[in-house]
T-cell receptor, first 115, second 112 residues
Framework: EAQVTQNPRYLITVTGKKLTVTCSQN?????MSWYRQDPGLGLRQIYY???????DKGDVPEGYKVSRKEKRNFPLILESPSPNQTSLYFC??????????????FGPGTRLTVL | LAKTTQPISMDSYEGQEVNITCSHN???????ITWYQQFPSQGPRFIIQ???TKVTNEVASLFIPADRKSSTLSLPRVSLSDTAVYYC?????????????FGGGTRLMVKP
């Protein structure tokens, strides 16, 4: 089954404790992206990646890092989480080939709480 | 990036047709218009995409006038399960590649 998976689905942590949220897709997609969703603010893009070793900032990259060492994986790293990073996070991917429509496939989401 | 404007919320009743309009006055020549649906605590799901005129699939229709400064998502005969948030996106490309911006979306409430 074609899908985007995220782990963990739920995480409660404390300020300053480094964490990583993993994202993996099995569709051989070039493009992957991370979003955060907060009440009243919709979905905001954090980082995106056009392919392996190619990443770029989205709208709200401060406090986050990403890496793209393999095509299928795009982990989101919070080196020193703060309470304002409490949010619902989504990973997404899409194909970039000729004729690929602009459809992003989203993961199930990771609800993060930073105390 | 073309910014989109949509109504914050809409109410409808089962069996009615729902039309959600999105404004994107600064749309660029190569931009596509894409709509997503999101249920609570789930990731958004692609509904439909278009460039101009009309596009129809098994779920919805998308109407785009000649000037492309707006678009209308049409959901025929909605049911309670269509209650969700609907996002209009203009899919453009920045210098580095592909950057997407979701606006606030339209919260559709379908009542019995």
């Amino acid at each position: 089954e074609a899908q985007v998976t995220q782990n963990p689905r739920y995480l409660i942590t404390v300020t300053g404790k480094k964490l990583t949220v993993t994202c993996s897709q099995n569709m051989n997609h070039e493009y992957m992206s991370w979003y955060r969703q907060d009440p009243g603010l919709g979905l905001r893009q954090i980082y995106y990646s056009m392919n392996v070793e190619v990443t770029d900032k989205g709208d709200v990259p401060e406090g986050y890092k990403v890496s793209r060492k393999e095509k299928r994986n795009f982990p989101l790293i919070l080196e020193s989480p703060s309470p304002n990073q409490t949010s619902l996070y989504f990973c997404a991917s899409r194909g970039m080939g000729q004729g690929a429509r602009n459809e992003q496939f989203f993961g199930p989401g990771t609800r993060l709480t930073v105390l | 990036l073309a910014k989109t404007t949509q109504p914050i919320s809409m109410d409808s009743y089962e069996g009615q047709e729902v039309n959600i309009t999105c404004s994107h006055n600064n749309i660029a020549t190569n931009d596509y218009i894409t709509w997503y649906q999101q249920f609570p605590s789930q990731g958004p799901r692609f509904i439909i995409q278009g460039y101009k005129t009309k596009v129809t699939n098994e779920v919805a229709s998308l109407f785009i006038p000649a000037d492309r400064k707006s678009s209308t998502l049409s959901l025929p005969r909605v049911s309670l399960s269509d209650t969700a948030v609907y996002y209009c996106l203009v899919v453009g490309f920045n210098n580095a590649g592909n950057m997407l911006t979701f606006g606030g979306g339209t919260r559709l409430m379908v009542k019995p």
